[in-house]
């Protein structure tokens, strides 16, 4: 059983800097994407960035050049960073973390990912 736990988020102002962290545990395997998806109120939940075991990316439009994924290097430690810069109100959502086992090459898509963190709240104050 995969289990993800989100950490790192808060409140902060407009133009400031955050880093989510997701452990990941359960699973072992060679393969696998890992991403961040966020929500907020009113909304669908959306794609922001996804790495896999390649070390592939991929973000969505609004947040290329403000936000960076990566991955531990100790890929035994199995944690995802969100690195998240110059922030925006428009960024204020619940940031989730998702996992999904055996494949690579994931895209931005709620449906290519089957285990879900609780989530974390970001706000940006403007």
């Known amino acids: 059983q995969v289990h993800l736990v989100e950490s790192g988020g808060n409140s902060v102002q407009a133009g400031g800097s955050l880093r989510l962290s997701c452990a990941a545990s359960?699973?072992?395997?060679?393969?696998?994407?890992m991403g961040w998806f966020r929500q907020a109120p009113g909304e669908e939940r959306e794609g922001v960035a996804v790495?896999?075991?390649?070390?592939?990316?991929?973000?969505t439009d609004s947040v290329k050049g403000r936000f960076t994924i990566s991955q531990d290097n100790d890929k035994a430690k199995n944690t995802v960073y969100l690195q998240m810069n110059s922030l925006k109100p428009e960024d204020t959502a619940m940031y989730y973390c998702?996992?999904?086992?055996?494949?690579?090459?994931?895209?931005?898509?709620?449906?290519?990912?089957?285990?879900w963190g609780q989530g974390t709240q970001v706000t940006v104050s403007s």
């Open positions: 790495i896999d075991s390649t070390g592939a990316t991929s973000y």
């Open positions: 998702a996992a999904e086992l055996g494949w690579v090459g994931c895209k931005l898509y709620r449906s290519d990912f089957g285990y």
């Open positions: 359960g699973y072992n395997g060679s393969r696998y994407c």
